[in-house]
Structures are given as structure tokens and as C-alpha cells.
């Protein structure tokens, strides 16, 4: 079993920065890829960003690349997103996932999850 928390959500204005925290407990961390994946009203989950066990395999979608980054600790337990110029269409529930199969952008792939937090963006 592996329980998954994130933290760091909240109100921010365009152009603004925030950091997701994603704290672990169960199974070994660093054994697990992971990923960010996030949801807006009415829309899919869809992939932010992911990281394998290693941290030397990540893949950022397009419409975050370049303003997101993707960082995990091993030692700690802890993965991270970084999320700078923030814009309205950022605004969603952000989740983080862990998966021990092999690394993917869908969702289905990953076992557990966490809550969520909330990002909301303010133009």
C-alpha cells in the first residue's frame, strides 16, 4: 500500500509561481515512477508531467513545457512540481500518481493516487 499527499495548491494571479508537494508513505519510493496529472471542470485528467524512479526520464506536456519542472527526492520520499508564469488555463486539481509498471502518460497506468489540490489562476 502507498499513500500519496499533495500540497501547495491555492489562489494565485497569471504570471504567478507556486510548488506542488507530493509527500509518500508504504512501499519504497524509489521504486515507483511517478507523475503529476491534473483535471479542470468538466475536462479529462490529463498528463502535467512524469519522472521515473531515477529522475533521469521526464516528459513534460506542451502546454506546460518550459514554465513547469519536475523533481523528485528520493532520500526524502517527496516528489515536486515547480509550476512559474502560471495562466487561467493552469487552473484545475492537481493530482500526483505512482505506478510500479513502466512509466506512462495515462492515467490507467498508475495504481495509487493522491487527493488532489487545488490550483486556481486568476487572470
Known amino acids: 500500500q502507498v499513500r500519496l499527499a499533495e500540497s501547495g495548491g491555492g489562489l494565485v494571479q497569471a504570471g504567478g509561481s507556486l510548488t506542488l508537494s507530493c509527500s509518500t508513505s508504504?512501499?519504497?519510493?524509489?521504486?515507483?515512477?511517478m507523475a503529476w496529472f491534473r483535471q479542470a471542470p468538466g475536462k479529462e485528467r490529463d498528463i502535467v508531467a512524469r519522472?521515473?524512479?531515477?529522475?533521469?526520464?521526464?516528459y513534460y506536456a506542451d502546454s506546460v513545457k518550459g514554465r513547469f519542472t519536475i523533481s523528485r527526492d528520493n532520500a526524502s520520499s517527496t516528489m515536486s512540481l515547480q509550476m512559474y508564469n502560471l495562466k487561467p488555463e493552469d487552473t484545475a486539481i492537481y493530482f500526483c500518481?505512482?505506478?510500479?509498471?513502466?512509466?506512462?502518460?495515462?492515467?490507467?497506468?498508475?495504481?495509487?493516487w493522491g487527493q488532489g489540490t487545488q490550483v486556481f489562476v486568476s487572470s
Open positions: 508504504g512501499r519504497i519510493f524509489s521504486s515507483f515512477n
Open positions: 519522472i521515473n524512479w531515477s529522475g533521469n526520464e521526464i
Open positions: 500518481a505512482a505506478t510500479s509498471r513502466f512509466i506512462s502518460s495515462s492515467s490507467t497506468s498508475y495504481t495509487y
